[in-house]
């Protein structure tokens, strides 16, 4: 068991730019990044293609070192730890299994390399009936087969049976599903959920899939750049982002972006929004057809209903931007339709950083500090 910390950890990569090799081009890939998983528990890095995620594993694992800065495991420092001695279960994008080995022989090979003892051979028996259990005909029919004849999607699900059957402190998972189709991933998803629950392995597990990121994270991490934005449980983090880019990214329901940012001055309390951008959340979007003085006057550019559950989607024209809105009951929204919104909770953004300046829950308009506990709704 372990705790994981990294303090301000820098990693620039460098590679070599055009096909003659000519100069290096570098990438800052990771910038003053300080990140903390607790002991136990699942951390999912959410971001971006290209942020740094798979640096960060790799900076985690040892198989990078950093710059400047630190990481440690339960406060001690491992820049004098190999990445074999780390305790550490790894599922990459592209990790290589032992080619000459069939996949039971690939999965059971953390124990197979240790000296054998009845305790031992216990454990490892146990851990592969479990990971059996868990994967069921998925991995059982590849067991007996060797890497060169799986495709990417079979080897990853090797890879992802070794890595629950060895005896990890840490587990570090890099988008393990990207190749499966999609009733597999699902499958897996909850059955990895299911096993990270009864180990209690500290995981960091990053990925650009919000659906997966929701679903795995005990706590969310949401990266951009080479930096972490913002930590949290997920709710908080939707609730209560701390700027733009996060209010923006963390989408928990399909059908529309996330939020809407709309020009504080086009506001019907103006004077205290100008250079402010106010942010709504689809679902705390009211749309009246009466014409309301607190309202923001907009018109209907698009009506969108969406199975099963029938919510139906709705884009409004304010000036040169967009409004959406999710409501339950189609009614009968046409396109040029005059509408007018009013917003149950919305977020106020500084426009030059992007940083929440304050949340309003409800008709008080409760200020609420980005610091502060928000409890919306
Ligand atoms: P992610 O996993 O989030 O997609 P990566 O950690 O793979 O992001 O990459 C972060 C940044 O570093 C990217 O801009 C990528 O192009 C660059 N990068 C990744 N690996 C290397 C490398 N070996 N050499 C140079 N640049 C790299
Ligand atoms: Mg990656």
């Known amino acids: ?38 002991d136990g528990q699942t951390m999912v890095v959410l971001g971006p293609s290209g942020c740094g995620k798979t640096t960060l594993l790799k900076l985690i694992a040892g198989l990078l070192q950093p710059d400047s800065g630190d990481v440690l495991f339960n406060d001690a420092d491992m820049k004098a730890v190999s ?11 592209n990790y290589a299994l032992y080619p000459n080995l069939v996949s039971r022989t690939n999965v ?10 009845a305790a031992l051979d216990a454990l490892a028996r146990a851990k592969f009936e479990r990971t059996s259990a868990l994967m069921g005909v998925e991995l059982a029919y590849l067991l007996d087969r060797k890497p060169t004849t799986l495709s990417g999607g079979e080897k990853q699900r090797v890879a992802l049976g070794r890595c629950i059957t060895r005896d990890a402190a840490v587990f570090l998972v890099d988008e393990p599903f990207a190749n499966l189709d999609q009733t597999l991933r699902e499958k897996y998803r909850v059955n990895l959920k299911r096993l990270l629950k009864q180990f209690k392995i500290t995981t960091v597990y990053v990925t650009h899939d919000h659906h997966e990121a929701l679903l795995l994270a005990d706590i969310l991490a949401v990266m951009d750049r080479g930096r972490i934005e913002q930590v949290g449980a997920p709710r908080e983090i939707y609730d209560a982002p701390k700027n733009t880019f996060v209010a923006a990214f963390l989408n928990i ?14 506001m019907p309390n103006r004077e205290t929004l100008a250079q402010m951008w106010v942010g709504v959340r689809p ?11 607190d309202g923001l006057q907009g018109t209907i550019a698009e009506s969108i209903t969406l199975p ?7 884009t409004i024209s304010i000036g040169e931007r967009e409004v959406h809105a999710q409501t339950a009951c189609g ?6 339709d005059p509408v007018w919104l009013t917003f ?28 502060s506990d928000v409890h919306l709704g």
């Open 1 to 38: 068991m372990a705790q994981i910390d990294l303090r301000d950890v820098c990693k620039t990569l460098s590679e070599s730019s055009g096909i003659f090799g000519g100069g290096r081009r570098s990438t800052v890939a990771i910038r003053d990044l300080t990140l903390r998983v607790p």
């Open 83 to 93: 990445p074999g001695e780390r305790r550490i279960g790894m599922v990459f994008q």
């Open 108 to 117: 059971r090979s953390y124990f197979l390399f240790r000296k054998k003892t």
């Open 253 to 266: 329901s399909p059908g529309a972006p996330p939020i809407s940012l709309i020009d504080g001055h086009r």
């Open 283 to 293: 679902e705390d979007v009211e749309v009246s057809r009466e014409p309301r003085a």
């Open 308 to 314: 099963p559950r029938d919510t139906t989607f709705l």
């Open 331 to 336: 009614g009968d929204h046409r396109t040029g």
């Open 344 to 371: 149950k909770r919305y977020h106020v953004f500084d426009k030059t950083s992007g940083v929440r300046l304050r949340s309003h829950d409800g008709g008080d308009d409760d200020l609420v500090a980005p610091d």
